[in-house]
């Protein structure tokens, strides 16, 4: 089992330009997350998937969108591609809710 | 040593000393909370979990008391050693299951 995985792990965007991070879970779980984690901070929702072809908005949404076409796969997109979005992101997973989350290695995202 | 909320973020003990970290939670309809560990450059990890039908859960060299009269919930290691330096952070669902809100973490500092 890889557990979850993310790629790529780090990547530096130029204002204004998009681009898609992959998750990708081999256990089989229902529940994906994303999350945001800005320097020092705890981690904030940005969207969450109940499974395949159902996703739903989490805290701060804004500024990217998901699909989850598989079970297995959960992609964030960024469109427009701004300094605020500077940050760390961590896709997780679950078996079911509320459970334990497991959680990707990261992205580290850097706009300029 | 013991970390009295979000006001001291940061905690030091001695090797071989027991740790106490405190959460002060928001919600009185979470009913699920989690405590994770997040080493440097790292995704989080689970630690131990409780539903707010417990007081108290014991893992290994863990413990996590929850008093939901004053939302608290506080993570005790036994015995800390230098590999348990990292951040910890809490997370409650809020009652709605779905989603995870996390706390700005403690950052704990093993001395040897």
């Known amino acids: 089992n890889a557990g979850v995985t993310q790629t790529p792990k780090f990547r530096i965007l130029k204002i204004g330009q998009s681009m898609t991070l992959q998750c990708t879970q081999d256990?089989?779980?229902?529940?994906m997350y994303w999350y945001r984690q800005d320097p020092g901070m705890g981690l904030k929702l940005i969207y969450y998937s109940v499974g395949a072809g159902i996703t739903d908005k989490g805290e701060v949404p804004n500024g990217y969108n998901v699909s989850r076409s598989t079970t297995e796969d959960f992609p964030l997109r960024l469109e427009l591609a701004a300094p605020s979005q500077t940050s760390v992101y961590f896709c997780?997973?679950?078996?079911?809710?509320?459970?334990?989350?497991?959680f990707g290695p990261g992205t580290r995202l850097t706009v300029t | 040593g013991e970390n009295v909320g979000l006001h001291l973020p940061t905690l030091s003990v001695q090797e071989g000393d027991n740790s106490i970290i405190n959460c002060a939670y928001s919600?009185?309809?979470?009913?699920?909370f989690i405590w994770y560990k997040q080493e440097s450059g790292k995704g989080p990890q689970f630690i131990i979990d409780?539903?707010?039908?417990?007081d108290k859960r014991q893992g290994q060299r863990v413990t996590v008391l929850l008093n939901k009269t004053v939302k608290h919930l506080s993570l005790q290691i036994a015995a800390t050693q230098p590999g348990d330096s990292a951040v910890y952070f809490c997370a409650e669902n809020k009652g709605t299951g779905n989603q995870f809100y996390f706390g700005t973490g403690t950052s704990l500092t093993v001395i040897p």
């Open positions: 919600n009185s309809a979470s009913d699920y």
């Open positions: 997780a997973s679950s078996y079911t809710i509320p459970y334990e989350q497991y």
């Open positions: 409780i539903r707010s039908n417990m």
């Open positions: 256990m089989n779980h229902n529940y």
